[in-house]
């Protein structure tokens, strides 16, 4: 089975840095991604990880340790536009399987 | 074309009724999934197909019924839903597998259910 939690909300301020944790035990593992989504639209792809370490696109990062079954998703620079859910998914034979996600409000 | 198509974006329906929701995508994806999302929940997974063949079904109630016509086009047929089923459905595609075997879902922006 997949068990794979994030906490439930932040709140970061407008220019800030944040990091949303994830971790996971799951049954196999191919693959941990994370996506935006805004509230009534559809989610969005973020970034991802296969191997151990850190990935940097832009002003987000991902990092993940597969022995201990952790990941984090770090935004700098927030803007106001990066107030959305953030859900942490881990991949296994295809199947995609989502965390409850986070709420993050950016406040000014 | 990036993009993951949906039709309709609103249905209501009653639960007698028969209807469909549809999705096209032109990226040369050859994986295919159904998505269902109630509200402030994580979407969760319903079918894959791969390669134009139903490859995963999550134990989902006959009354959904997909259908992948070809490589473009996925179809969920409804019949005599329930309330509860009222949702977000959502389409997504994926190459069929990058190396590591993770693929990484290009969604449409959903079709919003409501059955009465």
């Known amino acids: 089975g997949q068990n794979i939690d994030q906490p439930t909300e932040m709140t970061a301020t407008e220019g800030a840095i944040v990091q949303i944790n994830c971790t996971y035990q799951t049954s196999g593992f191919n693959g941990l991604f994370w996506y935006q989504q805004h509230a009534g639209e559809a989610p969005t792809f973020l970034s991802y990880?296969?191997?151990?370490g850190l990935e940097e696109k832009g002003r987000f990062s991902s990092f993940l340790s597969r022995s201990k079954g952790y990941s984090y998703l770090l935004l700098k620079e927030l803007q106001m536009k990066d107030s959305a859910s953030y859900l942490c998914a881990v991949t296994n034979a295809g199947k995609s399987t989502f965390g409850d996600g986070t709420t993050l409000t950016v406040k000014p | 074309d990036t993009e993951v198509t949906q039709t309709p974006k609103h249905l209501v329906m009653g639960m007698t009724n028969k209807k469909s929701l549809k999705c096209e995508q032109h990226m040369g994806h050859r994986a295919m999934y159904w998505y269902k999302q109630k509200a402030k929940k994580p979407p969760e997974l319903m079918f894959v197909?791969?390669?134009?063949?139903?490859?995963i079904n999550e134990s989902v109630p006959s009354r959904f019924s997909p259908e992948c016509p070809n490589s473009s086009l996925l179809n969920l047929h409804l019949h005599a839903l329930q309330p509860e089923d009222s949702a977000l459905y959502l389409c997504a595609s994926s190459q069929e597998r990058l190396s590591s075997g993770a693929n990484v879902l290009t969604f449409g922006a959903g079709s919003r259910l409501t059955v009465l």
């Open positions: 990880n296969v191997l151990d």
């Open positions: 197909y791969s390669y134009e063949k139903l490859s």
